[in-house]
Nanobody, 115 residues
Framework: QVQLVESGGGLVQAGGSLRLSCAASRSISRINNMGWYRQDSRKQRELVATITSGGSTNYADSVKGRFTISRDNAKNTMHLQMNSLKPEDTAVYYC?????????WGQGTQVTVSS
């Protein structure tokens, strides 16, 4: 199974931006569904955004217009550009390849947005 490593998390003030990256251990060109999920201590893991191998994207309503998901199949990477961050975006962000039920997960990267 593919190994995933997230990076780019950190502490940012409300209104700021962060760019998360997910590096895969092997080619992702044949992995149709990839995505970002997040979880804080009070909630279940929730979908943030997904992207197919063809580039079709889907976003949670709470992040539409602020976050942009992208993938580079040649470099085996996926990114999440997060703008206009809000305190409620604070969570551990996880990279996923292959779907929520049977896919692979990274170890997560913490994003903290201060008010």
């Amino acid at each position: 199974q593919v190994q995933l490593v997230e990076s780019g998390g950190g502490l940012v003030q409300a209104g700021g931006s962060l760019r998360l990256s997910c590096a895969a251990s092997r080619s992702i060109s044949r992995i149709n569904n990839m995505g970002w999920y997040r979880q804080d201590s009070r909630k279940q893991r929730e979908l943030v955004a997904t992207i197919t191998s063809g580039g079709s994207t889907n976003y949670a309503d709470s992040v539409k217009g602020r976050f942009t998901i992208s993938r580079d199949n040649a470099k085996n990477t996926m990114h999440l550009q997060m703008n206009s961050l809000k305190p409620e975006d604070t969570a551990v962000y996880y990279c996923n390849a292959g779907g929520r039920v049977f896919g692979a997960w990274g170890q997560g990267t913490q994003v903290t947005v201060s008010s």
